[in-house]
Nanobody, 121 residues
Framework: QVQLVESGGGLVQAGGSLRLSCAASGLSVRDYSMGWFRQAPGKERDLVACLSHNDGSTYYVDSVKGRFTISTDNTYNTMFLQMNDLNAEDAAEYYC??????????????WGKGILVTISS
């Protein structure tokens, strides 16, 4: 049984940092393309960052480039999202997900339940 469990969310001031973690069980993060998605109230769930298991390439949505970093730790079978210089537009429910495909563009096979990130001004 596959489980993806997010942690590390919470309330942070604008300009601050958070590191989200996604602990995986039932699959190996090295064998899946791993992604972070987010959904703000009243908006669709959008891809934020993806790490391809095929070649290790990364994708970031333009609004987070230079501020967010996606990574995995195979030893602990965990994915991370380091988020720096957070702003109000980053406030959302964040979801981790895993795909058997080479990228996160063709649908994800497994999802976490999500974790809330709130930004205070």
């Amino acid at each position: 049984q596959v489980q993806l469990v997010e942690s590390g969310g919470g309330l942070v001031q604008a300009g601050g940092s958070l590191r989200l973690s996604c602990a995986a069980s039932g699959l190996s993060v090295r064998d899946y393309s791993m992604g972070w998605f987010r959904q703000a109230p009243g908006k669709e769930r959008d891809l934020v960052a993806c790490l391809s298991h095929n070649d290790g390439s990364t994708y970031y949505v333009d609004s987070v480039k230079g501020r967010f970093t996606i990574s995995t730790d195979n030893t602990y079978n965990t994915m991370f999202l380091q988020m720096n210089d957070l702003n109000a537009e980053d406030a959302a429910e964040y979801y981790c997900a895993a795909a058997r495909a080479d990228s996160c563009y063709y649908g994800m096979d497994f999802w976490g339940k999500g974790i809330l990130v709130t930004i205070s001004s």
